[in-house]
């Protein structure tokens, strides 16, 4: 029995690594150029230990993703509750938004490769919608207790309107991409127009 935990402790830890590495690979190459070897050996391990954990490189790039969820999710725990108005909130997230894509501008080039790319295979995109749902999940129940703490209400269902918010910075971190001279405001004043338009206060 302890042997069998071992085994499993070190399963997971192993897995987690390969994510880790796989992550920094990705955006360090891109989606496509990325390689398997080369993730292997950022881990520290041989390629049979990325596909003894992962069918191959979409489904590690899933892993990846939904680790990327879990991890705004919690970031976003930790800073919304930390207001008086809800509406500091929504510029907290705001901010935390820029510094991310100024941080690692490279994130959103390579899950606009990634989608793209999921979207010509059916199973391909119904896995990657599935994590997408999930991360959806867990930010809405972030929104969900801010909402309540505030005692506000939303025009939009909180899953959409977390798809709503998501996309719009996807779509501001792009722009960036395109030009970096966008003020750094326009983050900020989107979406708390977005945020603002959609909350009914009591």
Known sequence: M?????RADRKQRTKGELITAARTVFVRRGFHAASLDE????????????YSNFHGKDDLFLAVFGDY??????AYREIVFDHQDIEESYRAVARFWRDANESEPEWAR???EFLVHASRDESLRSAAREVRERGLD??????????????????????ELVRGGGALNRGLAIEQLLDPMLPREIFEEMHVAYMRGLTKRP
Request: a negative charge; charged letters at 25%.
């Open 138 to 159: 867990a930010i809405a129940a972030v929104v969900g207790a801010l909402a309540a703490r505030h005692e506000v209400e939303f025009l939009l269902p909180i899953r």
């Open 69 to 74: 969820f879990r991890e705004r999710a919690e």
């Open 2 to 6: 302890e042997q069998r935990l071992l």
């Open 110 to 112: 390579l899950i606009a």
């Open 39 to 50: 993730i292997a050996e950022e881990a520290g391990y041989t390629k049979g230990a990325v």
